[in-house]
């Protein structure tokens, strides 16, 4: 007798989507982090999995408090979960969403204050095509204005659901 195969993940790679209406592959969403700071955006795909470079060696914390107990180099963070998708327009960013989250360096150590959940429910509706920006500020949406037009002059125009939610 055969075993049967418990849950399994199904990722589809290097498909354009034609014909699979619905269907959202995880190489097209891309981490665009934001140090509010320098305001700076830069895109690094180890965020999928947790393990872009503002994250790594963190011990992190859900309650702000503990993090900032000690004083240290505090960086705040804006991670925007950007969804690509086609269609006769051509490639346009079909959700974005964004998320905080907090870094402290304290000598070697770096603590951080981030709600998972957040983060994950973020990218969650980035890839169902939603719009949630309300966590930045104006000088932060300009920043990734100036970046996507930047990054992709033809996927920023044919955006135009992202342009009236940023009511550009």
Same mark, same amino acid.
């Given at each position: 007798m055969s075993k049967k195969p418990g849950f399994q993940f199904n990722i589809?790679? /290097?498909? #354009?989507?034609?014909?699979?209406? =619905?269907?959202?592959?995880? #190489?097209?969403?891309?981490?665009? +982090?934001? #140090?509010?700071?320098?305001?700076?955006?830069?895109?690094?795909? =180890?965020?999928?999995? =947790?393990?872009?470079?503002?994250?790594?060696?963190?011990? $992190?914390? !859900? /309650?702000?408090?503990?993090?900032? #107990?000690?004083?240290?180099?505090?960086?705040?963070? /804006?991670?925007? $979960?950007?969804?690509?998708?086609?269609?006769?327009?051509?490639?346009? +960013?079909? =959700?974005? !969403?964004?998320? +905080?989250?907090? !870094?402290n360096k304290v000598g070697r150590r770096r603590l951080g204050y981030k709600m998972m959940h957040e983060h994950v429910n973020s990218l969650d509706h980035a890839m169902k095509g939603r719009y949630r920006l309300e966590e930045l500020d104006d000088k932060t949406k300009a920043s990734l204005i100036k970046f996507l037009k930047e990054r992709d002059q033809v996927a920023w125009e044919n955006s135009t659901e992202l342009h009236e939610y940023l009511n550009v």
């Open positions: 589809i790679k /290097n498909d #354009e989507l034609d014909g699979h209406k =619905g269907a959202m592959i995880i #190489e097209d969403v891309a981490p665009v +982090y934001i #140090e509010l700071t320098e305001q700076k955006p830069f895109v690094d795909m =180890g965020g999928l999995h =947790g393990r872009a470079k503002p994250e790594k060696a963190v011990k $992190w914390f !859900t /309650n702000m408090d503990e993090v900032l #107990e000690e004083d240290g180099e505090r960086k705040d963070y /804006n991670l925007i $979960w950007m969804a690509l998708d086609k269609d006769d327009r051509g490639v346009y +960013y079909s =959700g974005v !969403t964004s998320c +905080y989250f907090m !870094t």
